[in-house]
């Protein structure tokens, strides 16, 4: 505290330091009397703002010039962008730079730091304690879910002890079996030669009884058979038998009992959050103000078309209400066809990281493969139906299912056919998904941040959960576009994390960002009729399932990059 004012209220110039205040220079940050303001304004090179002392406004705290202590750096060079004072201005140092004001440097800075605090708190900071909870989350399930992978591996190992204790049990008895026949055999043997021993050493008696008597009656009655015996007896020749075992090596063994996917552990860049500022702006810039149809392929389907999924640029598979799946070239033209094996309608369609055609059956239980037009069954479920369907970027499954009696919902992935995520419930154990008779319809994507982005029709709502299947927002429509109720059906996902859904009932596309905030919507008088399943390709063309007209319309709908 300045020795005159020590001790007291009554505050002296600054710079005469024996009159009281009347005047603040806000430039100078000086408080003066009214003899002194004249002096301070007499230098021209500085635009002071004195102002009466009650009106000043609240006095920051200035930094000491490192060059002239005794100075304050009331100034801001803008060339090299440090705070200055009065006599570093007039020294000539900073002669040509552009000088400011440091209150206004100060106002301005300041809103910024308050911009960045905001931001931390409420946006960054946020999600880098989502992602810490995503990692505690993960780890908790490792017990669970490689206890799954532990338990399938018993199970078959089991298995495989049955039947090859079945197989043992077999062959014993076999050869049991046939040991009991080889005795027999012997047994009946060696009672027929007996009995020609019985006999023939009561012939061999009673020729010595003869040869002693000398009684001629008895010697020209006899009658030899001699010759009866000299065929002996018929000898049993037994082959026997000898057990073979067939040589297996261990990769054999190791194919034959099943295999074990390598664990790939993948490092990803973060995504990087937009400032606040720039989100709405980036997110938009993008987006045609007009989309643009530039193909139609004609399905051929005759009541409706339900889903299509990108194979390629120029080729999509389609699923109508029939139990044929059709893949088609942008002319409409049909290359290949592939029924269902059980008979049924598909229930949804998915196309693998290899191409690969995969479909859900809903009445089978089954998920299954097309493979070079052979389907193979993947997953058989039990207590469960499978919904819709679609392939992760890390060619993982993710499948929407409910329970036989449609009193459940969830969400599982799978890796080929190994459960190894269920999704049902947020952290306060109620139901993540809707359930019901009629318009239960779940199709789902993955977001290119990972995000699982589910059109929940019965709930009116996309539910958005992260990789960890943690809720992170639920969208229910827009009043600017649902004039009647939101009623979400197919789904996709792009390059930009856009997720795109279609609604039914106001027969438009609602385009988000991936945090759920509508970006724009796509209408009916947009080339639409009745949207029903979305497709995006690696070019970020949006492929739509028409649903009443059954055509295929491929939709420019972001600017192309240069």
């Known amino acids: 505290m300045h020795p005159r004012r020590s001790g007291q209220e009554v505050l002296m110039c600054d710079i005469c330091e024996s009159v009281f205040v009347q005047s603040h220079c806000e430039l100078c940050n000086l408080n003066l009397c009214k003899t002194c303001v004249g002096e301070?304004?007499?230098?021209?090179?500085?635009?002071?703002?004195?102002v009466p002392y009650s009106h000043r406004k609240s006095t920051p705290n200035y930094r000491k010039c490192p060059k002239?202590?005794?100075r304050q750096s009331e100034l801001y060079c803008e060339n090299c962008e440090i705070p200055v004072c009065i006599i570093c201005v007039s020294s000539?140092?900073?002669?040509?730079h552009d000088i400011s004001n440091v209150l206004e440097k100060f106002s301005s800075k300041t809103q910024n730091l308050q911009k960045d605090l905001e931001e931390l708190e409420t946006r960054i900071y946020p999600r880098y304690q989502e992602m810490a909870s995503d990692v505690q989350s993960e780890k908790a399930e490792l017990?669970?879910?490689?206890?799954?992978?532990?338990?399938?591996?018993?199970?078959?190992?089991?298995?495989?002890?049955?039947?090859?204790?079945a197989i043992v049990n077999r062959q014993t008895s076999d050869i049991q079996e046939m040991k009991k026949k080889h005795l027999f055999t012997l047994n009946k043997n060696t009672d027929e030669i007996k009995q020609k021993i019985i006999e023939l050493k009561q012939i061999i008696s009673d020729l010595k009884s003869i040869l002693k008597s000398n009684d001629v009656s008895l010697t020209s009655t006899y009658k030899s058979r001699n010759s009866e015996f000299r065929t002996l007896p018929l000898k049993v020749r037994i082959t026997l038998p000898r057990f073979s075992p067939r040589k297996i090596s261990k990769d054999q063994l190791n194919e034959m009992f099943g295999s074990l996917s390598s664990l790939s552990i993948n490092t990803e860049h973060g995504d990087t959050m937009k400032s606040p500022g720039a989100v709405s702006s980036h997110s938009v810039k993008p987006l045609l103000d007009e989309p643009r149809l530039t193909a139609i392929i004609d399905t051929g389907y005759k009541q409706g078309l339900f889903s299509v999924s990108c194979i390629s640029e120029d080729q999509v598979w389609t699923r109508g209400d029939t139990n044929t799946m059709k893949l088609f070239n942008l002319r409409s033209k049909l290359l290949t066809s592939i029924q269902t094996e059980s008979g049924n309608r598909p229930e949804d369609i998915t196309v693998t990281r290899n191409g690969d055609l995969v479909y859900t059956d809903y009445k089978s239980k089954t998920v299954?493969?097309?493979?070079?037009?052979?389907?193979?069954?993947?997953?058989?479920?039990?207590?469960?139906?499978p919904r819709n369907i679609c392939c992760t970027s890390s060619d993982d499954l993710l499948v929407t299912m409910d329970s036989d009696d449609r009193t459940q919902s969830k969400v599982v992935r799978y890796s080929g056919s190994t459960e190894t995520q269920s999704i049902q419930f947020d952290d306060q154990g109620r139901p993540l998904y809707s359930h019901g008779y009629y318009n239960n319809y779940q199709y789902i994507s993955e977001n290119k941040n990972l995000d699982i982005c589910v059109a929940d029709r019965e709930a009116s709502a996309v539910v958005v959960v992260n990789q960890s299947g943690k809720l992170r927002f639920r969208y229910t429509g827009h009043p600017s576009i649902t004039t009647e109720s939101f009623d979400p059906v197919g789904i996709t996902t792009d390059s930009q994390s856009h997720i795109l859904t279609a609604d039914w009932d106001n027969g438009c596309i609602h385009i988000l960002d991936q945090d759920g905030h509508l970006l724009r919507y796509i209408r009916n008088t947009d080339h639409l009729s009745t949207p029903w399943g979305l497709s995006v390709d690696t070019r970020d063309n949006l492929f739509?399932?028409?649903?009443?007209?059954a055509k295929v319309k491929k939709i420019q709908y972001l600017q192309t990059q240069c």
Request: aromatic fraction near 6%; avoid cysteine; charge should be positive.
């Open 40 to 50: 301070h304004l007499s230098d021209s090179s500085v635009r002071h703002n004195v």
């Open 68 to 70: 002239h202590p005794k």
């Open 92 to 96: 000539g140092k900073h002669k040509g």
């Open 143 to 165: 017990v669970t879910i490689y206890g799954k992978l532990i338990t399938a591996a018993e199970k078959q190992g089991e298995v495989w002890h049955q039947e090859i204790t």
């Open 368 to 385: 299954n493969l097309v493979k070079n037009k052979h389907i193979q069954t993947m997953i058989t479920l039990q207590g469960w139906r």
């Open 544 to 549: 739509v399932a028409d649903y009443h007209i």
